[in-house]
């Protein structure tokens, strides 16, 4: 026998977490029903270690094991710490939204955690079954945590969506994925760059491949024309899932774009360069054209969402060291602002009140100056007004598009830009110059009060200064590449 | 037989010579199990009403004989039982699936019939040695629930459904915790392999059968045998003061016998198996004169009756099982145990030799 | 070898007639039992090419298994079958279109020269005594490890799923405790008491 031990160290974060994960399933068991927000503190604690190990291990060199199925990188690390990040503010914000509406329950975290394994393997995975393994641990999470709500046939018609179509996104990628096999011979990624260079496959497969693979991702990253399943999920789930899904599994996609496109495809670039311009207009466009009509705000976030992946892909299109690290700065920016969003939706909703449609914003300046003046920062910024962070973080992209001599595509991205800004900046016409239509004050906990109030600032501030988080995330893409 | 392979040669030319050769004998061999097996499943009715029959203090069936001879009597039954079947109509009702009702009962016993292929008869007859046996064996045991299914809802009636359903269930949950405690087996034995099963409990007496180490999951196999074959006490699917006679409600004539001599064959696979995997197969219990002289098919046999006489023993002594019962023992407590008692295993299977050498009356490590 | 042909026609197109057919058939329960017999072709196929562990995995598992729960839920549908063919005219058209643009590229993908016996040679035949068994055991708690555990992951977290969606706690019902039961004594239920013998008057 000669197998040698693999080496533990660069998976301990995720050692970590489901050791932990195991710990949380069976300490709810015991806990019993007074005792729910055990696992809700256990669940940050969890996050807290992860990001601690993480922290401690990170280095900027690649470290590759468990026969090189795994890959820890600078890119890997900083994108779970954001991860992590992302996750305890969901399950802070969401605290009191879940315990209103019975869903305060151990699965509620056990599958938060899961999903947030998922996304680690996702983002530093070397191999293509670790890159599926991890979307697919993901996907089944989040599927589950929709239906939760058993008794909500809205819950349970969106989950039934969900699945059914990212089966079939599933399908497409293992489809892809299987091409690619065939061509190379070999599912690791770095093997599988070496083989394309060598050119002894035929061309035409890998396109065949390309084609399945990228409509697999953009099936999970909800762009256009495979969109169609973001808005009634976002409708449907309960806003608290409904924030989880749109935030941190973002980071986690763009892992998985950055691991399986550019580390592993790299090569065909000029092949998926084309698909991308395609999807990422179509994106923008009938992201930001719906998402005027729309009543129901969690559905026009989740249009937003549909034109901000969009962007993102934007700079993907502009390869290069600038083009990824502007996506990637955009992905962060993006999840910073939807959690923001979907934060105040939660705050405004109570007990047998959803607060998902555009007109409960009515007057909320007289409710809560404060709270409008938040959801005021976060408006600005998906619209893309500077200073705030959405305007830089569209900026670089622009940029990163143009140094790659698309100007056309600058010039069609930034009318569509303009005009998404119409609904976002409806929503502050009804928060600043209509009446209230309930006038009943808002109640929040003060740990919400600060983390909302972190989140704006976050907002504004690395909107001014956006090098830290520029630098971040350019030294991690130089690190990986 | 290998001296007839020139003549197929001769007839078929040599491409396609072989393969008819070697169908032939199989076909031959194949009979050669299976005339036994029916003869055994016959005689096993007959063993069953006879043990029952004494364990209530009755007589059982005594009249019919061979030409008779007074002595013989009730040694006639099955023949007789038999003819009767044969000779009965095959009622298909009005609202069934003609072409599934009748397909039933056949998809019950060629599970039953073809796991045969692979089962050691001694340490070189045996049919088909491949390395998989044992993955095989639980793929055939796992088929046969198709049987009693199909036969439920082709019936197109209410009591034989509730049984098909009850059924299907059933073998399900305890096909798990029977595929857990084969595990145990093939860790002790490293392989698939019947043959090298036995051949690993090797070693001078009954001590080294893996019924000793694997006690519990001997236990479990066992009993999950018994469930498997639904079987007293966990008949359910049939249930007769409950669902009438379950899923073969509206069977009769031979499609009734048929799923009958499935339900016999099956038990006495088990009944092999759980020799051939726990009781040491062949083998005799003490490795010396006057046991070893006796041939091991001898031996074999004898395991076999006794897990069969088992079988008989649990119908007269016990109550069926309540449904939610049944459930509650294949899965809170078979598959538990069986879980527990694999890792037990892997964990004394890794201690270093010098640790396992020092422990007194190791016999299996 | 013209016999090993001979089998693998024989039961390539039984699974390709039974597929057909699962798609085709009107009657659910008759789709189910095909797809069934092409899991069990399947298998044989994959036997002749000499994986035998994946061949009877895939009739323990798919066979044994998952199509039992899944012919369960079929038997218990009352699916209307007219209601769900509606629309099947006016869509099929599009359907067929794309159908038969998939099966082009497909075949431009897999009649190229990559997948040609050229450059893919037939793995050599191995030995008798060859186990692709412990072949697959050592790959997956070696090299493939770390896939094996997330898989392992996967199903938990399907298991998790499963019981978060469907348990709930009913309060109208009643059942017994099992574990209660067993463990009742004789002291509980039977009291014996000592009665003078009664005078007969």
Redesign the interface.
Known sequence: MD?LL?DFTP?YPEIFL?FMICVV?LADLFAGEKNRLLSFYLSLLTLAGCAFITYGIYSTEVRYT??G??VGDAMSDTLKLMIYLTVAAVLIYSRAYISLRGLL?G?FF??TL?AT?GMM?MVSAS?L??LY??I??LS??L??MV??Q?ESAVATEAAIKFFVLGALASGFLLYGMS?LY??TGTLHISELTKSIQQGT??H??FV?GLVFVVAGISFKLSAVPFHMWAPDVYEGAPTAITLFIGSAPKLAAFGFVMRLLVEGLGELATDWQGMLVLLSVASMAVGNFVAIAQLNIKRMLAYSTISHVGFVLLGFIAIGENGYSSAMFYVIAYVLMTLGAFGIIMLLSREGFEADKISDFKGLNQRSPWLAFMMLLIMFSMAGVPPMIGFYAKLAVFQAVLEAGYVWLVVVAVVLALIGAFYYLRIIKFMYFDAPEDTRPILFKPDVRILISTNGLAIVLLGIFPQALMGLSLSAIQHSM | MDSFQPLFEQLFGSEWGVPLFLLAKNLLLILAIIIPLLLAVAYLTFAERKIIAFMQVRVGPNRVTFFGIPWLGGWGQPIADAVKAIMKEIIIPTGANKFLFLLAPILAITPALAAWAVVPFSPELVLADINAALLYILAMTSLGVYGVIIAGWASNSKYAFLGAMRSAAQVISYELAMGFALVCVLMMSSSLNLGDIVAGQQGGSFLNWYMIPLFPMFLVYFISGVAETNRLPFDVAEGESEIVAGFHVDYSGMAFTIFFLAEYANMILVATLTSIMFLGGWLPPVDIAPFNLIPSIVWLLLKIAIMLFFFLWFRATFPRYRYDQIMRLGWKVFIPITLIWIVLLGAVMQLPEAALQSFPLNLWF | MIFQDFVFYSLASVVIISALGVITLRNPVYSVLLLVLAFVTSSGLWLLLEAEFLAIALVVVYVGAVMVLFLFVVMMLDINLDQMREGFWKWFPFGAILAFIMTVEMSMVLMSKQFSSEIIQTPEYKSVDYSNTKELGRLIYTEYVYVFELAAVILLVAMVAAIAITLRHRTDKKSSNASRQIAVSRNERLKVISMPAEKKE
Request: hydrophobic share 60%; no cysteine.
């Open positions: 197998f693999p998976a489901l399933m468990f026969s199925m795994f329950k699965e056990s599958l899961f394994l393997v191999h079954i670790t393994l991890g697919e641990l089944l999470s599927y589950a239906a939760l058993r091409m065939g061509a496959a035929d035409d497969i065949v």
